[in-house]
């Protein structure tokens, strides 16, 4: 028997979600599955790429209540650990203010009738945002990488690379935490 597993949403096409999963999770992280298997990052990563990476991000206001928006969002490996984790690239005041201040975050993908959420932590890794190891040159590579993990795709790099210096863009990565799907 192969270690693979199909469901077949009400609608739409069947989601293959492959096996086994990969080690980096690390032993805080805690993978659920209804159905009696594991998620991984991997099978999230597979579930983003069916609909262009959209997933919605929630973030706490400093009020308690939720803010959520739409944003394309990927896996990458974070660029000083190495540890695979959700990311995604923003900018503005709100977003990123909830996630400096509450950096706890849920990110959900779908596509079709499937869906898988990602709780975790979120490091901002931008212009406003320093970290050690990221030098403005490494940002702007980091930039790409995370536009390209979350399925995108660019004609004029060069002119992708003034729009996220001029917005200030960050990249936002989610370390999982908890992994559920339906």
């Given at each position: 028997?192969?270690?693979?597993?199909?469901?077949?949403?009400?609608?739409?096409?069947?989601?293959?979600?492959?096996?086994?999963?990969?080690?980096?999770?690390?032993?805080?992280?805690?993978?659920?599955?209804?159905?009696?298997?594991?998620?991984?990052?991997?099978?999230?990563?597979?579930?983003?790429?069916?609909?262009?990476?959209?997933?919605?991000?929630?973030?706490?206001?400093?009020?308690g209540t939720i803010h959520a928006s739409l944003v394309n969002a990927g896996v990458l490996d974070h660029p000083i650990t190495g540890?695979?984790?959700?990311?995604?690239?923003?900018?503005?005041?709100?977003?990123?203010?909830?996630?400096?201040?509450?950096?706890?975050?849920?990110?959900?993908?779908?596509?079709?009738?499937?869906?898988?959420?990602?709780?975790?932590?979120?490091?901002?890794?931008?212009?406003?945002?320093?970290?050690?190891?990221?030098?403005?040159?490494?940002?702007?590579?980091?930039?790409?990488?995370?536009?390209?993990?979350?399925?995108?795709?660019?004609?004029?790099?060069?002119?992708?690379?003034?729009?996220?210096?001029?917005?200030?863009?960050?990249?936002?990565?989610?370390?999982?935490?908890?992994?559920?799907?339906?």
């Amino acid at each position: 028997m192969d270690d693979s597993r199909s469901t077949q949403p009400s609608c739409g096409n069947p989601l293959v979600i492959n096996r086994p999963n990969r080690s980096y999770i690390d032993a805080d992280a805690l993978l659920i599955n209804e159905n009696g298997g594991v998620t991984s990052l991997d099978d999230v990563a597979a579930l983003a790429r069916q609909d262009h990476g959209l997933a919605i991000v929630s973030t706490l206001r400093e009020d308690g209540t939720i803010h959520a928006s739409l944003v394309n969002a990927g896996v990458l490996d974070h660029p000083i650990t190495g540890e695979p984790h959700v990311v995604f690239v923003t900018y503005g005041k709100v977003k990123l203010t909830n996630l400096r201040r509450r950096p706890q975050t849920t990110v959900t993908f779908r596509a079709g009738w499937q869906w898988a959420s990602v709780d975790g932590v979120a490091e901002v890794i931008g212009p406003d945002d320093p970290h050690e190891g990221v030098d403005p040159e490494r940002l702007r590579i980091l930039l790409r990488e995370a536009f390209v993990a979350a399925g995108g795709t660019h004609d004029d790099w060069d002119e992708y690379d003034r729009v996220m210096a001029r917005e200030r863009r960050a990249a936002v990565f989610v370390r999982p935490r908890r992994i559920y799907p339906n």
